[in-house]
């Protein structure tokens, strides 16, 4: 089986009703990223961004997998696939998808402030009071900016295997996310599906300029000819 690296951002869960990061203004649901997605904002305004990642998880029971997620699924009868996602929602799980590598961490966890390696599944809301076991507060689960991307390694090892690469919804403004396609093997087919795709990306990437669902079934047929 040939292997399948999908390299998947905000953009794939936009039709099921998840809002992009860089789509209005710059602005993560009307807050300001920095505010929300960085340690200096945590420390600065626990509650908010404790609320913030809360409602974000409350947000999960209400939408469901989009067509795109639902493909991608399907395509693990024919190919060895494996995801690497910089999204935090578990729309991929959900629809059936087996390997996800969530780089930039997941809602439905938590993790100790002290201990980066204590790690909880949560589904219900988080705040201060809420423990590891020997006393430390519990955080969210996600890697803010300017922290270190723990599965960076096995990601860059998941790559250099592909087969094909099919980058899907993302700028490609965040590093070292945005850099990853550039360690997959050289004779590995490329592709991007985006309505509007990032611009600095190399000619041999072919460019599929279309939503995650339309972009994922114009990908079967390309891939009928591989
Ligand atoms: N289908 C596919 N792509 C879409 C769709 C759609 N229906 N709608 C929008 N897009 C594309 C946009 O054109 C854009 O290129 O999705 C991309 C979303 O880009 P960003 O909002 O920048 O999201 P992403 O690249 O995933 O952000 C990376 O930034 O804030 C951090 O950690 C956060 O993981 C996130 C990272």
Redesign the pocket.
């Known amino acids: 089986m040939k292997r399948l690296v999908i390299l998947s951002?905000?953009?794939?869960s936009?039709?099921s009703g998840i809002n992009?990061?860089?789509?209005a203004d710059g602005l993560?649901e009307g807050h300001d990223?920095m505010e929300v997605?960085t340690l200096t904002g945590f420390e600065k305004n626990p509650k908010l961004v404790y609320e913030f990642y809360n409602q974000r998880r409350r947000q999960l029971k209400d939408v469901v997998p989009n067509k795109g997620h639902l493909i991608l699924a399907e395509l693990e009868k024919k190919y060895k696939v494996s995801i690497i996602t910089?999204?935090v929602d578990d729309l991929h799980e959900r629809a059936g998808s087996t390997a996800v590598l969530h780089l930039?961490g997941e809602l439905k966890k938590a993790r100790s402030t002290a201990d980066e390696n204590y790690v909880v599944p949560w589904n219900e809301d988080l705040d201060h009071l809420n423990y590891d076991p020997k006393g430390y507060p519990l955080r969210p689960h996600i890697?803010w900016f300017g922290e270190e991307v723990p599965l960076l390694d096995t990601a860059i090892s998941i790559i250099s295997a592909a087969d094909i690469v099919v980058i899907?919804?993302?700028?490609?403004?965040?590093y070292p996310?945005a850099s990853l396609f550039q360690f997959a093997p050289n004779n590995a087919a490329i592709f991007y599906?985006?309505?509007?795709?990032?611009e600095s990306i190399p000619a041999s990437v072919k460019l599929i300029k279309k939503?995650?669902s339309k972009?994922l079934c114009s990908l079967k047929e390309a891939l009928k000819s591989l």
Do not use: C, Y
């Open positions: 951002g905000a953009g794939m936009a039709e992009t990061f860089r789509d993560w990223v997605a910089q999204n930039h890697v899907i919804g993302t700028s490609l403004q965040v996310a599906i985006d309505p509007k795709p990032a939503g995650a972009g």
